[in-house]
Every structure is written in structure tokens, then in C-alpha cells.
């Protein structure tokens, strides 16, 4: 007991030294950064404070680890192999630092196969978080060191730190390279359970705290509020550097998501999706760095920030870095640190601003101008020809997608698929049962595209088959991802828990009842949740246990 006793205090030791790091913010530079320059003389391969486990080792050693970072790779993957260099920079800052976090690294096309197969690591390469052994999330975040490092430091400690006095709020609303958000509250509500869960949930992402201190509360200026604070090397003379939540509970995860998207933020693989919401959208790609870059980043953020102030009304701005070149762009400008500009319609069509011209406050202005006026017009690269509608599945292609899919007045369920995939063939039968069930509910249309003759518009993604949206009638911007099991039981509940309607269902025509069977038995022993490969830029290989 004297011992855990002893453990327990070397760690809230440890965890003292950590928030005194995370609380210092010199020169513009987060605590990461700090972190980051503490280690001066790493060389991959030398060293390397990553714990290598296998079969025969992974059960035994992982519950003497509090927090471990896992990362489950294949040595010929490419993905894993520019994973590797960053995840060892990582392992040697926390420990370098004091971090009580352990990564650990297993082969699974080795000597660890066993242990990826049940921590269902079918992707490389795939990282986890551990506590004591026992898998508790999976991280789908950015891979660089800084990342990396950030993510294990948000993953420590209390979800939402207590803050009584002011000189610890100053600190916190400064120390870190995303969105903050404090929970003022004087008394405990909905609104204060609420934010304690999304701290919970979204920890890996923002740092969350919590005043309850009357006096602090006055000098906060709200109660009952949750105030979200601009990460300070983004603050302007344009647009206030915090914004307040003060609505409904349920409403507050949308609060805290959406709040990154300011008169121009900064987006990344994770936000597309929420700034893509925002459309017509100006995204503003380039060599974003605030501080190797910090002359020419701010020299274009400036200009866009000029124009977003006019045409906030009309167009949403971000921008991003080479990385989002290579998304929006995916050629060879990938290498160019030039400035991109790339549209995304009301409609969610993409258009590339031709890279000859030169960005400058006159050329963004008369893009953005041309947006308005409708003169850039963003179409689909592909499309089929829209066919004749002969069945309860409706067939969409790019060029009906609006008119269907993103209707003001019907739901609709659509399914992104590939006629070559063996889990999009297994789900026809279902799907099939579905659009029958749902004959009788005029506000509800279930629908499918062919993703691979088809460009499919943002802010929906398919990087694998079958990917299945919902996207609630008047909300058109924000589809809803079905991560589910493909189960006529489980479609409806997913529509139900989305809408605020009663949709109506009813029995299915006899004459789908048996065309299900007749496929059911084409397609026995398949797998009814799996994914065929699709779009080969999502950073990840198959390990073979999900591909077709």
C-alpha cells in the first residue's frame, strides 16, 4: 500500500510538471513547441524509447504501463514507414520531458500478428491508446510529432482542469494551438453535464477547463456559459478572439466543433468536414507555417482576412498547408509553395482557381467576386447519364445529386458504392428491403450512387465501400455518416435518432422478401459490416482482414 501510495504520488508529481510545461507560452510558441526543442540531437534508429512487444510479450507488459500510445504496423507499408521516424521524435520528447505515457510499437505482419488481429488492427497503420492494458480509443489525428505529442498531453490528466485564480486562466487561454474552452458555471446545470461529457469525448482534440469561482466567474464575464478562446498566434484586429455558448445542452457539441471556423481558419484533414459546412467556401492553400514561414503566412492571412471582413455574408475563408494542396489538388503542385485557391460551390463542387494567377489582395478579391456573381462555376469532373428510375432504390448520379440527395423537403439515406465490391453486393438485398419498408413515407428517399463513375461532392467523403449518409430534411450542409451495422433494424434507427419526425415503415413487398433471399444465398459468408478499398490517399494500408 506504501508503495501505490509512493506511485501515486510520483505521478501527480509528474502530472504537476507536465500542466506547468502546457501553461507556458513564450514568443508566440504553444507548449508543444517547447516540448518539441527540448530534444536537439534525435536520429532515427539511435536510441529510440519506443517499447517493441509481440505476442509473446504485448498481455504481459502493457498493464504496467499507465497510458501507452500503441502504434500497430506493417514493415513494408509506406504509410507506416513515414509514420515511424515521427512516432520515435515523439516517444523521445515524453520521455525526455518526464511524460508518463509509454509508446509502444507491434509488428503484425510478424511476430505480433496475433495481438493486431484482436485489437483489430486490419489497417496500418492503425494507433491506440492504452491505460493499464486495456484499449480505450483509437486516434485518427495528424501524425507529425507535434501532434503526437499534444494528443498523449490532452489524453492525461483531468478532462477538464479546474481553474481558481486568474493568472492560471491567462495561462490557459493562450497555451495551445487549438480552440480552448472554459465551462463557466456558478452552479451545477444541463448545460455544466453537458460540457464534462464533451470534455470527456473530445479531449484528444481541445483542452477544456472549468471555473466555478465567484469572483473569477466576474472577471470571465458569464455564467452559466462556455466561452471558446482563439488560439492566441490566430488572434486579429478583425474579429473577437473568444465566442460564447450559452444555448441549449444538445447544441453544445455543435458549439464546440464549429468554433474553429472563424473569419479565416485554419483547416486540415480532420476539419474538412467542418468547414466544407460553410460553403461557398475559399480555401487558401500553401507553405502555412507561423513561425520558419511566419512573414509570407501572415502576409496572405492578412489579405484574406481583409476580405473576409467584406464578404463574410456571402463567402466562408480558410486556408491550409501544403498537405490540403495535395488534397484539394492531388497532382504534381503538391511540391509547389505557391498559393492555391480552390472553390467549393453551394452545391459542394470543386474548382481549382488556375495556378497561373498570382495571389494578391486585387486577384483574391476579384475570385471572390466571381464567386458571388456566379461567374466560377464548379461542376462535377464526372458524371453518368441521369437514368430512368424504375425501382424503390433510387439511382443518383453527380449531375441529380442536388436535386435529389440535398433536397429542402425529404430526408434521404444515401449509399456511395463500387459495382466491383463484394460488401456493396451483399448489402443490395437489405437496402433493397429498406426502400420497400419505406414506401409509404413520402419525406423519404433511399438512394445510391456509383462512387466510381461518379464525382461525389464535398463535405460527403467514400474512401471505402459501401459509405451510407443521412441527411435529414432543411440540413443539407451536414450529412450524417452511418458507422453502423447494415441491418434493416439498424438503417431505421439511425434515420429515427436523426430526425425529429416519426418516419413511417411499413412491411416490405413480398417480391423484395424474395430477391433478398435469391442474393443472400449468392453472397452466403459474407461479411455484412466490412469495407472495399477505395480512395488510396487516406494514409492507411489494408492488412487483407476487411479487403476484397
Same mark, same amino acid.
Given at each position: 500500500n506504501e508503495y501505490k501510495s509512493y506511485l501515486r504520488a510520483e505521478g501527480m508529481f509528474r502530472l504537476l510538471v507536465i500542466y506547468s510545461l502546457v501553461f507556458l507560452a513564450v514568443n508566440g510558441k504553444d507548449d508543444v513547441d517547447r516540448l518539441i526543442e527540448t530534444v536537439d540531437d534525435f536520429i532515427y534508429g539511435i536510441d529510440s524509447k519506443v517499447v517493441e512487444l509481440d505476442d509473446d510479450t504485448f498481455r504481459k507488459e502493457m498493464p504496467k504501463f499507465d497510458t501507452a500510445l500503441v502504434e500497430f504496423i506493417a514493415p513494408w507499408c509506406p504509410h507506416c514507414k513515414r509514420l515511424t521516424p515521427n512516432f520515435e521524435m515523439a516517444a523521445k520528447v515524453v520521455h525526455k520531458n518526464d511524460i508518463p505515457v509509454t509508446f509502444v510499437k507491434v509488428n503484425c505482419d510478424g511476430p505480433g500478428y496475433h495481438t493486431c488481429h484482436d485489437a483489430n488492427a486490419d489497417i496500418y497503420p492503425t494507433l491506440k491508446l492504452f491505460r493499464a492494458g486495456v484499449d480505450e480509443r483509437r486516434y485518427y489525428g495528424e501524425r507529425t510529432p507535434k501532434d503526437l505529442v499534444r494528443y498523449v498531453l490532452n489524453m492525461l490528466g483531468d478532462h477538464a482542469k479546474v481553474i481558481g485564480n486568474?493568472? +492560471?486562466?491567462?495561462?490557459?487561454?493562450?497555451? +495551445?494551438? =487549438?480552440?480552448?474552452?472554459?465551462?463557466?458555471? &456558478?452552479?451545477d446545470s444541463s448545460l455544466k453535464t453537458e460540457f464534462l461529457k464533451i470534455a470527456e469525448q473530445q479531449r484528444e482534440f481541445n483542452r477544456f477547463a472549468i471555473v466555478t469561482n465567484p469572483e473569477l466567474l466576474k472577471k470571465v464575464g458569464e455564467t452559466n456559459a462556455v466561452v471558446a478562446y482563439q488560439p492566441e498566434f490566430l488572434r486579429n484586429k478583425w =474579429?473577437? /478572439?473568444?465566442?460564447?455558448?450559452?444555448? &441549449?445542452?444538445?447544441?453544445?457539441?455543435n458549439f464546440v466543433k464549429l468554433a474553429k471556423i472563424d473569419l479565416v481558419g485554419i483547416i486540415n484533414k480532420q476539419s474538412v468536414p467542418i468547414f466544407e459546412v460553410a460553403r461557398p467556401l475559399l480555401i487558401t492553400t500553401f507553405d502555412v507555417d507561423f513561425e520558419v514561414n511566419r512573414k509570407h503566412t501572415?502576409?496572405?492571412r492578412n489579405r484574406l482576412l481583409k476580405l473576409a471582413s467584406e464578404y463574410k455574408d456571402k463567402v466562408s475563408f480558410c486556408m491550409g498547408d501544403l498537405n490540403m494542396t495535395h488534397w484539394y489538388a492531388p497532382d504534381d503542385r503538391y511540391n509547389d509553395t505557391g498559393v492555391l485557391m480552390t472553390v467549393i460551390s453551394k452545391e459542394g463542387w470543386e474548382y481549382t482557381v488556375p495556378k497561373d494567377l498570382p495571389f494578391n489582395y486585387e486577384n483574391a478579391k476579384k475570385v471572390v467576386e466571381d464567386i458571388i456573381s456566379g461567374k466560377i462555376e464548379a461542376k462535377p469532373f464526372q458524371? =453518368? =447519364?441521369?437514368?430512368?428510375?424504375?425501382?424503390?432504390?433510387?439511382?443518383?448520379?453527380?449531375?441529380?445529386? /442536388? +436535386?435529389?440527395?440535398?433536397s429542402e423537403d425529404k430526408h434521404t439515406l444515401i449509399e456511395f458504392f463500387s459495382p466491383y465490391c463484394g460488401h456493396c453486393k451483399a448489402l443490395i438485398p437489405i437496402y433493397n428491403e429498406l426502400a420497400s419498408r419505406a414506401r409509404k413515407e413520402p419525406s423519404l428517399v433511399i438512394a445510391k450512387m456509383d462512387a466510381t463513375a461518379n464525382s461525389v461532392p464535398r463535405p460527403f467523403e467514400s474512401r471505402g465501400f459501401p459509405t451510407i449518409y443521412f441527411v435529414p430534411k432543411g440540413k443539407s450542409t451536414r450529412p450524417i455518416k452511418f458507422e453502423g451495422d447494415r441491418?434493416? &433494424?439498424?438503417?431505421?434507427?439511425?434515420?429515427? &435518432?436523426?430526425?425529429k419526425e416519426d418516419l413511417k415503415f411499413v412491411e416490405p413487398e413480398e417480391k423484395y422478401l424474395k430477391k433478398k433471399e435469391d442474393t443472400s444465398n449468392e453472397n452466403a459468408g459474407e461479411a455484412d459490416s466490412g469495407t472495399c478499398g477505395g480512395d488510396s490517399s487516406s494514409g492507411q494500408c489494408s492488412g487483407g482482414k476487411t479487403e476484397l
Open positions: 486568474q493568472a +492560471d486562466l491567462d495561462k490557459f487561454t493562450v497555451s +495551445d494551438g =487549438e480552440y480552448m474552452f472554459v465551462g463557466a458555471f &456558478e452552479s =474579429e473577437p /478572439h473568444y465566442k460564447v455558448f450559452k444555448g &441549449e445542452s444538445f447544441d453544445l457539441m501572415n502576409y496572405v458524371s =453518368e =447519364e441521369p437514368p430512368v428510375q424504375k425501382k424503390r432504390v433510387q439511382r443518383v448520379v453527380a449531375k441529380t445529386f /442536388h +436535386d435529389i440527395v440535398l441491418t434493416i &433494424e439498424a438503417f431505421i434507427k439511425f434515420m429515427q &435518432e436523426n430526425t
